[in-house]
């Protein structure tokens, strides 16, 4: 079981996995605090060697990690199909883990982590910062006081910028989507965290002929999230010309107001 740590104790955060794109992000966030502690990563990837020389960290063997006391925190930032395992072996040796999305390669993986969340009494968060976002704060509190009213419907955009859809991280072996699964996953997350689960979903996930080769697995998509009192649409696309985030949005239109929130850059309006 995941133990409490002192108050005046340094907490100490590990790599199992290094591959993921955020992992250098979050290494500096960490390496940034007075609280906390870097002890180490490991990853079968030749990559691993110039990722501590650029920051400074130990290389150290999964079987030290997991065995290591000063080890409060494991960051599972490995390939997609390697997160689940190196999630469960964490949460059994009495790791704390943030795990990043999407936290294996289907849903069998996530119910995996679930029952060894359940089994162990451990702690697993999964890398959808975007809740932390004051935007969402602010639309979860809004819906939450009844301030739009009645909200019935619910639109929700996302998109995948810099042709990253086409890129290996997208296309990973086994994984049961591309730009969809691994980035749209956000604008899930967010619909989940305000709405809860819908009752059914239509679906479709669609890869145009002639437009992009084999380099990528989807194009566009749609869905309605289908729920006792209110619908969500959502779409997304995967070539979106935007550098960042701009154009994802979620606007929810109620009988008393409707208010729009983006989670990066923040912003909101309330009409």
Same mark, same amino acid.
């Given at each position: 079981m995941t133990r409490k740590i002192g108050p005046n104790e340094t907490l100490g955060v590990a790599c199992l996995g290094i591959t993921h794109p955020h992992t250098s992000g979050r290494v500096k966030a960490i390496q940034r605090r007075t609280d906390a502690k870097m002890l180490g990563a490991w990853d079968a990837s030749p990559l691993l060697t110039p990722f501590v020389d650029a920051l400074g960290l130990e290389v150290r063997s999964k079987e030290d990690i997991l065995a290591d006391e000063n080890v409060h925190v494991v960051l599972v930032h490995s390939k997609s199909e390697k997160m689940a395992d190196l999630t469960i072996e964490a949460l059994e040796a009495g790791k704390a883990v943030l795990c990043e999305k999407p936290a294996g390669r289907s849903s069998v993986d996530a119910k995996r982590i679930v029952e060894a969340v359940e089994r162990t009494g451990g702690l697993v968060q999964v890398g959808y910062c975007w809740r932390f976002a004051p935007s969402v704060d602010a639309m979860q509190?809004?819906? *939450? =006081?009844?301030?739009? !009213? *009645? +909200?019935?419907? +619910?639109?929700?955009? !996302? !998109? $995948? =910028?810099?042709?990253?859809?086409?890129?290996?991280?997208?296309?990973?072996?086994?994984?049961?989507?591309?730009?969809?699964? +691994? %980035?749209? $996953?956000?604008? %899930?997350?967010?619909?989940?965290?305000?709405?809860?689960?819908p009752r059914s979903v239509n679906a479709r996930i669609t890869k145009f002929p002639n437009f992009h080769g084999d380099e990528s697995r989807e194009d566009a998509a749609g869905a309605v999230l289908n729920y006792e009192d209110k619908i969500v649409t959502v779409d997304f696309m995967s070539w979106d010309v935007l550098p960042w985030t701009e154009s994802w949005d979620i606007t929810a239109y109620g009988t008393e107001g409707i208010m729009s929130s983006r989670s990066l850059p923040a912003s909101y309006k309330i009409y």
């Open positions: 509190a809004a819906l *939450k =006081s009844g301030r739009l !009213g *009645k +909200v019935v419907q +619910v639109r929700a955009h !996302g !998109g $995948c =910028s810099h042709d990253e859809a086409g890129t290996p991280h997208m296309t990973q072996p086994g994984d049961i989507g591309g730009a969809v699964f +691994v %980035i749209g $996953c956000h604008l %899930i997350d967010r619909i989940l965290l305000h709405f809860g689960l």
